[in-house]
C-alpha cells in the first residue's frame, strides 16, 4: 500500500502493513451508492458539501499487520487533487473484533488528539473503536488516527474518503 509523505507517495512497511483485495466493479457501485444515501446526514454533520466519493480500498489485516498514526488528507498543498479534496474518511468494518467471539483481536481504529502523526507515536488514543460487521466510521480526514496491530485472525474493512469539488 503507498501512502502520502508529504512529497509522493511511498510503502514504508514499518508504518503500514496490510494486504489489499480487489473489488468487482458491481461490489464497488453497491458501495459507494450506499454511501451516497446517508451524504447528506454526512455534509450536515462536518459541515462540508462533498461532491464525489473515491474508490473502495478493501483491507485485510493479519497477524502483526498494523497502519501506524497518519492522517489521510488535511493542509498539504503539495499532495496530489483527491488527497487535497479529502473532507471526510469512512471507514466500513467487514467483520467482528468486538463480540463475545471476535473474529480478530487487536486491530482497533484509535483516534489521536494530535497536529501531526509524529505528536501522536507513543500518546494514548482519545477514542479507540473495536469493528462489528457493518459499522461505519465517519471522521475529518485531518485527524490522526492509526489502526493498532492484530493479534490474532484477520480483520477485513473498506475505506473510502468523501472529497469536495475542485483541489
Do not use: K
Amino acid at each position: 500500500m503507498q501512502i502520502w509523505r508529504g512529497d509522493a507517495f511511498a510503502v514504508d512497511d514499518e508504518g503500514r502493513r496490510g494486504a489489499i483485495a480487489q473489488l468487482s466493479g458491481a461490489s464497488e457501485d453497491l458501495v459507494q451508492d450506499r454511501l451516497w444515501e446517508v451524504m447528506p446526514s454526512l455534509e450536515q454533520r462536518f459541515g462540508c458539501e462533498i461532491t464525489h466519493i473515491s474508490g473502495v480500498t478493501a483491507l485485510i489485516y493479519d497477524r502483526g499487520d498494523h497502519f501506524a498514526e497518519h492522517s489521510d488528507g488535511g493542509g498539504d498543498d503539495g499532495a496530489p487533487s483527491e488527497v487535497r479534496r479529502r473532507r471526510v474518511s469512512l471507514v466500513i468494518a467487514l467483520n467482528d473484533g468486538a463480540g463475545e467471539r471476535p473474529e480478530f483481536t487487536g486491530g482497533e481504529l484509535e483516534f489521536f488528539d494530535a497536529a501531526v502523526p509524529a505528536a501522536a507515536d507513543g500518546s494514548e488514543p482519545v477514542t479507540v473503536v473495536r469493528s462489528s460487521p457493518g459499522l461505519l466510521i465517519a471522521f475529518h480526514s485531518s485527524m490522526i488516527h492509526r489502526v493498532a496491530p492484530v493479534s490474532d485472525g484477520r480483520r477485513y474493512s473498506l475505506a473510502l474518503w468523501a472529497l469536495a469539488c475542485g483541489g
